[in-house]
Each structure stands twice: as structure tokens, then as C-alpha cells.
């Protein structure tokens, strides 16, 4: 294990857990000793695409722990979050912030509010986009419109 960091943060819905979120999750605990993940709630996913498909917030907390505990990840928190900054402006002690290309403005727009409050930016770990085999990206509103599975592969 490499890792560079004491405490790191990724956040998500984290809906029909699948092969992009896993990549997401295994470098956060990659690269950080202790690892706290914003959770959305059902509130905040109210205007996200096929949002009436989202699995609710206690089916997808349970899936996440299934993943750790499969997987023998144990120093975690998972923490409800309400909007897209969750408490990443709040943890003092919070050093890097794990996230996608696709969600890179996100980690800027929380390092903005720390830094609004006195605290340190996080340092930004990005990872690649994980790809299906339409050649798009694996994302849940493509699983949720039935045009993929969680692995990637067409569903017909």
C-alpha cells in the first residue's frame, strides 16, 4: 500500500455501485490511512437524472459497507451529506480529496470553501474515467436507463 495521506475524503451517490465508483473507492483507500465518504441523501438527488430510479440512501449506505467489509477496508466513516461540500469545509484535519475527471470542478469548488474558511486546500488524487464497453463512461444514469449493467457491458 502506498499511502501519502492521513485523512481523505471522496463523495458520491454512489447508486448501483459499479466498476467506476469501485475505482474511485480503492484509490481513496489507496492512498489514504483513514478515509471519510459523503454520502448524498435522498434530498439532494432529487433533481439528478432518472432521479425516481435511485436506489434510497439506506440500500446504497449498505452497499457501500458490503463493499469495504468484501474488500477488508476497515478505517472509514461514511457521513450523510446534504449538498456538494458535505463537511469538507469543516474537517480541519482532512488532507486530499479523491475524485473523478469528471468530478474535478467539485474537488475545486470544496478546496474554495476551506479555504473561504481558513482551512488548508486539499490536495486533488484524480483518477481516470472508467469506460464501458459502448466505449462511454460506466455512470449510474446509464445503468439506470438500462442501457448497461455495473460492469459496463450493454444490456439489450
Given at each position: 500500500m502506498n499511502m501519502r495521506y492521513k485523512k481523505v475524503v471522496v463523495g458520491g451517490t454512489f447508486d448501483r455501485l459499479?466498476?467506476?465508483?469501485?475505482?474511485?473507492?480503492?484509490?481513496?483507500f489507496e492512498v489514504g490511512k483513514y478515509v471519510y465518504i459523503g454520502l448524498t441523501?435522498?434530498?439532494?438527488?432529487?433533481?439528478?437524472?432518472?432521479?425516481?430510479?435511485?436506489?434510497?440512501?439506506?440500500?446504497?449506505?449498505?452497499?457501500l459497507i458490503k463493499f469495504f467489509e468484501v474488500n477488508g477496508y476497515r478505517n472509514y466513516r461514511i457521513i450523510k451529506i446534504n449538498n456538494a461540500i458535505g463537511f469538507a469545509d469543516?474537517?480541519?484535519?482532512?488532507?486530499?480529496?479523491?475524485?473523478?475527471?469528471?468530478?474535478?470542478?467539485?474537488?475545486l469548488i470544496v478546496n474554495k470553501a476551506r479555504e473561504e474558511k481558513g482551512l488548508k486546500p486539499l490536495a486533488i488524487v484524480k483518477i481516470g474515467i472508467v469506460k464501458s464497453r459502448l466505449g462511454c463512461k460506466i455512470s449510474s444514469s446509464l445503468i439506470r436507463a438500462g442501457l448497461i449493467d455495473p460492469f459496463g457491458n450493454p444490456k439489450r
Open positions: 459499479h466498476l467506476g465508483h469501485k475505482a474511485l473507492l480503492r484509490k481513496a441523501s435522498d434530498e439532494m438527488i432529487k433533481n439528478k437524472p432518472y432521479a425516481e430510479k435511485i436506489l434510497p440512501y439506506e440500500i446504497r449506505l449498505r452497499d469543516k474537517l480541519k484535519s482532512l488532507e486530499a480529496i479523491v475524485v473523478s475527471e469528471e468530478t474535478y470542478k467539485g474537488a
